[in-house]
């Protein structure tokens, strides 16, 4: 199986699992210029970090919204 067909089965899987931001990353650093320079640990770093970021910024920004918090007088 050629790369281009694992990288595109490997998109397809993250966007099955609701990981749309990671597999969108994968895709986008498949088709730059640096991606055969990158070592596994830091196409690691490039693909899962933004998507962590994400997601815990949906889970913040879903606490404050239910918290009903009020600001002070």
């Known amino acids: ?10 998109v397809d899987e993250l966007n099955e699992l609701k990981l749309g931001y990671m597999a969108a990353l994968l895709d986008a650093l498949y088709h730059s210029k640096t991606f055969d320079q990158l ?15 994400n997601k815990a910024s949906q889970r913040f920004q879903n606490r404050l919204k239910h918290a009903h918090l009020s600001g002070c007088p």
């Open 1 to 10: 199986m050629k790369k281009l067909d694992r990288i595109n089965e490997l």
């Open 39 to 53: 070592d596994a640990v830091s196409l690691l770093e490039q693909v899962i970090g933004p998507e962590y970021q």
